[in-house]
């Protein structure tokens, strides 16, 4: 994951896929939180259906899947923690206030590892 800084994000457009670059603004284990704004379409639809997959795939070919959830975040000490530790957030909202100001925390129920061409995924344990 950390040799993939730029994982891609599917979620569900009513009854289409949509997949889209995203940049983690934190990773903790197969814990990730990303930004996003209100008026996003990618918040219309995990607000439809929060069920998400993350892929990460590293200039070696290899891949990390995980399944999960997106929550949004309204805890304010964990939005001031990320909040503060992300210059690009702050240079672009100005305020941790911004009602654009989405955050996600999307939490592993399900991660699967390949290495390059294997055609074969391993579960990863979460625990």
Known sequence: MARAPFPMLASV?????RLRPVSPVETDGFTVYVASLRSSHKTAELAANPNVELCYLDDGHDQ???????????DRAARLRIWDANPLLRSFLGTIDNPEFMLYRIAARR???MREWALEYYEVPLG
Request: glycine share 6%.
């Open 13 to 17: 457009d009513r009854d289409r896929p």
């Open 64 to 74: 990390v899947r995980i399944e999960g959830t997106a929550e949004l975040v309204l």
């Open 111 to 113: 991660v699967r590892f």
